[in-house]
């Protein structure tokens, strides 16, 4: 059997006994008669970054075939911000790679991701979904290889403190029950998104805890693996979903916000990328970081101020990016180092079997462990765009290969030390810095634009958007403005508590 199938959690994968790219019209037909499914949803990201759902009961066998061949048309004016409500109409379109059993319907419920279409019959040229396709695709056409990525979904679960086995105060990290609160509520979260298809890596208590006026904020990690960046953001999306959905159904308060009190630990939102061709990872070469994953690297260091403005869209998203703690402020990159922008993790290159070592009875696995290996993108949480977000980091990984002195840059960017320590001042000052303000992102992203335009990827309608909606905080001084200032601070994070 298909090692792809073998144990495969997603219930219409599992069923149907094909991996989801390969899913028709048919199946997913064979899969509604077979199963007593009664309704039908489609689910479609909007410009608010959140997924809207349209319901559909079925009537019949041919108005189950329609819909699933015609989709159905919405209104684009009310989802997104750059649609004349003179001009509004789309068309949705279900992506049947994406079905999934909806964990929370009382009616048997079949669920599918949807992409636009305008009066034409075309894909909607401003859509974060079809932006995305033409990033990866553009990728694979300057450099021949396919780009892949995952996420590291960063949230506060928040409920009522017992005051039993208090969590040490920003020591969460890995921590186990009954001293980590809400285990139970993580695994459940990830049984529900391996259902609907996410390739997940791992799941964990993270070093954010703390109790004000009787409620326990406690910070959770669950992490992605490696899968085509479209893929990617697909899972990242259901996957916020079912956790605030999961977190309703339990009566808890869910937030993937930046920042949400001083001198705690804020949840990002790092990409982890890699680059693949011919169905081997191009990482590594010869058990050292390769020239390819420096040249995207090299992307990353050029364009890092204008990919703010797609994975950092609001003001308490600066409150995080701020000097002397773990999230970035400078434009680097170096090994196993989590005071850069850019990070490369340990990454399996040793010559030893440690399986073999920790278990005496196991021979030798000859594993390749050079599958492994990622780079890591520090700076974004979760108010991005995730579309928006991985689709620029494609342009910037891509840009890298379009550059004749990327590898030099990727020399003169790279850090070795721990770039906040005193002994580390001069090499900090060399260092370019990430933009302070949802305002200074808008003017990186204004400078460079053409980079992220280039290849009819992103389109200027919707880079026009995204500055628009990035000056019209007018946070330009807001940092130094409330510095000190908890009560403002906390109005600052009430107004952004629910972003993404």
């Given at each position: ?218 910070q959770n990690e669950i992490e992605f693996l490696p899968v085509n960046a479209e893929e990617a953001a697909d899972q990242l999306m259901i996957a916020k979903w079912i ?258």
């Open positions: 059997m298909n090692q792809a199938l073998e144990m495969n959690p997603n219930r219409v994968v599992a069923y149907l006994g094909k991996p989801a790219g390969e899913l028709t019209k048919a199946d997913i037909v064979k899969y509604i008669k077979e199963n007593g499914i009664r309704m039908v949803n489609f689910m479609y990201p909007a410009g608010d970054g959140r997924l809207k759902t349209l319901n559909f009961v079925i009537n019949n066998a041919a108005y189950l075939d329609a819909i699933l061949t015609c989709g159905e048309r919405v209104d684009g004016s009310s989802l997104f911000p750059f649609i004349e409500a003179g001009s509004s109409d789309l068309y949705v379109i279900p992506r049947f790679r994406t079905a999934f059993l909806d964990p929370f319907a009382e009616i048997p419920t079949l669920s599918m991701l949807c992409s636009f279409f305008n009066k034409d019959g075309e894909p909607l040229e401003s859509s974060p979904e079809h932006t995305l396709r033409k990033a990866c695709r553009a990728f694979h056409e300057v450099t021949g290889m396919e780009f892949q990525a995952m996420g590291e979904l960063e949230y506060y679960v928040i409920a009522p403190d017992s005051g039993m086995f208090p969590a040490t105060d920003q020591k969460g990290y890995h921590e186990s029950a009954p001293y980590a609160k809400f285990n139970d509520f993580r695994t459940q979260c990830m049984a529900y998104i391996a259902q609907a298809g996410g390739q997940i890596k791992y799941g964990h208590s993270e070093v954010g805890n703390f109790t004000i006026d009787g409620l326990i904020y406690e956790i605030r959905n999961l977190a309703y159904k339990l009566g808890y308060d869910i937030t993937f916000a930046p920042k949400i009190t001083t001198g705690k630990a804020g949840s990002g939102l790092h990409i982890h990328m890699r680059i693949v061709k011919d169905g081997q990872n191009q990482m590594l070469d010869g058990g050292v970081l390769s020239a390819t994953a420096r040249k995207a690297i090299a992307g990353m260091m050029e364009l890092a101020p204008s990919i703010t403005a797609f994975g950092n869209t609001n003001p308490t998203s600066y409150f995080r990016l701020v000097p002397h703690q773990e999230a970035p402020t400078n434009i680097c990159w170096g090994d196993r180092n989590r005071s850069v922008l850019v990070r490369v993790p340990l990454g399996w290159a040793a010559k030893t079997d440690m399986c073999m070592t920790a278990n005496p009875l196991e021979s030798e696995s000859h594993y390749d462990t050079s599958q492994k290996q990622t780079v890591e993108m520090r700076s974004p949480d979760g108010s991005a765009d995730l579309y928006q977000l991985i689709a620029g980091l494609a342009v910037a990984c891509r840009y890298g290969f379009e550059l004749d002195n990327a590898l030099d840059i990727a020399e003169k960017t790279y850090v070795n030390v721990n770039i906040h320590q005193k002994e580390n001042a001069d090499k900090l000052k060399d260092l370019a810095q990430l933009p302070d303000s949802c305002y200074a992102s808008a003017a990186c992203l204004e400078k460079q634009r053409d980079i992220f335009e280039k290849h009819h990827v992103f389109s200027p309608a919707m880079i026009d958007g995204i500055i628009k909606k990035l000056r019209s905080y007018g946070d330009q001084t807001l940092r130094a403005d409330i510095d000190g200032n908890q009560e403002e601070m906390l109005a600052l994070v009430r107004r952004y508590f629910h972003c993404g």
